[in-house]
T-cell receptor, first 116, second 115 residues
Framework: AQSVTQLDSHVSVSEGTPVLLRCNYS??????LFWYVQHPNKGLQLLLK??????LVKGINGFEAEFKKSETSFHLTKPSAHMSDAAEYFC??????????????FGTGTRLTIIP | GAVVSQHPSRVICKSGTSVKIECRSL??????MFWYRQFPKQSLMLMAT?????????EQGVEKDKFLINHASLTLSTLTVTSAHPEDSSFYIC???????????FGQGTRLTVV
């Protein structure tokens, strides 16, 4: 069984300051981990993914995340927040489901608010 | 990246009617598609896994007779909400696995409002 815990339901930061969105996971297998972003009334966009390669993963829009197996964490960071970063962020863990396809388990989401 | 198109993006229907939502993979073949439901301010919950040419696999608690899923081709899966009720109002999102099953691509979502 797999699960994801996003530790903060809401994070507010000032524009230009660092962003940290926290995520812890549990998985019976070597997991693949993802961060998705959802803007209002839009679908989900993949920010980055970890699939057992480098533990520090760089994604789009300046985001990155570090896979720490000892801490079972996959926190999302960005050095300097931009107003356009305001959105809902989901941490996702995947497992093999059935015929080699991935079953995704979503965290409850973190709403990021950027203060001008 | 690969593109998944979902249609319609928004639909309003009367109670008791049925609504069909389409999910298409535009530039790749998807043997497996997933249907999710998202309640306001909540996460996505997997409803069912749709496999081309076979019956869908539903998650526990999801009524298969109410949420009919058809995956007739490698590029199209449909979700039909039958006899819709106001409590079915939600945001429905589909996804499809890309090549080598390394990433899921999501549609834009469909906001269903049942009045």
């Amino acid at each position: 069984a797999q699960s994801v815990t996003q530790l903060d339901s809401h994070v507010s930061v000032s524009e230009g300051t660092p962003v940290l969105l926290r995520c812890n996971y549990s998985s019976s297998y070597s997991p693949s981990l993802f961060w998705y972003v959802q803007h209002p009334n839009k679908g989900l966009q993949l920010l980055l993914k970890y699939t057992s390669a480098a533990t520090l993963v760089k994604g789009i829009n300046g985001f990155e995340a570090e896979f720490k197996k000892s801490e079972t964490s996959f926190h999302l960071t960005k050095p300097s927040a931009h107003m356009s970063d305001a959105a809902e962020y989901f941490c996702v863990v995947s497992d093999i489901y059935g015929f080699g396809n991935e079953k995704l388990t979503f965290g409850t989401g973190t709403r990021l608010t950027i203060i001008p | 990246g690969a593109v998944v198109s979902q249609h319609p993006s928004r639909v309003i229907c009367k109670s008791g009617t049925s609504v069909k939502i389409e999910c298409r993979s535009l530039d790749f073949q998807a043997t497996t598609m997933f249907w999710y439901r998202q309640f306001p301010k909540q996460s996505l919950m997997l409803m069912a896994t749709s496999n081309e040419g076979s019956k869908a696999t539903y998650e526990q608690g999801v009524e298969k007779d109410k949420f009919l899923i058809n995956h007739a081709s490698l590029t199209l899966s449909t979700l039909t909400v039958t006899s819709a009720h106001p409590e079915d109002s939600s945001f429905y999102i589909c996804s499809a696995d890309g090549t080598a099953n390394t990433e899921a691509f999501f549609g834009q979502g469909t906001r269903l409002t049942v009045v």
